[in-house]
């Protein structure tokens, strides 16, 4: 092989540019996908500890009823809700 044979091997400047460009494309989105997610996230944390504020309200509702011995005056449906949601 000649040296000329060599060079047409090497890419050209546009190829590069080109390449880089790709390059930095998928970069972005990767960006773009990773702020997606972290956005995600954060608004399941947010949602996480909602619910736990909401089940240890529950927590003390039923603890409430308990001391005053109402439980048994609940209707089954919303004894078993609660229940569920306690537990």
């Known amino acids: 092989m000649t040296s000329r044979t060599s060079y047409q091997l090497r890419p050209t400047g546009y ?3 080109r390449t880089l ?10 960006n773009a996908d990773l702020d997606e997610r972290s956005r995600t996230a954060d608004s399941q944390r947010i949602e996480i500890v909602a619910l736990k504020i909401q089940i240890d309200a529950l ?11 109402t439980h048994d005056r609940l209707g089954p449906e919303r004894r078993r809700t609660i229940m569920r949601l306690v537990r």
């Open 21 to 30: 460009a790709d390059k930095e494309a998928e970069v972005a989105k990767l």
């Open 59 to 69: 927590k003390d509702q039923v603890a409430d009823l308990r001391k005053r011995g």
């Open 15 to 17: 190829e590069r540019t």
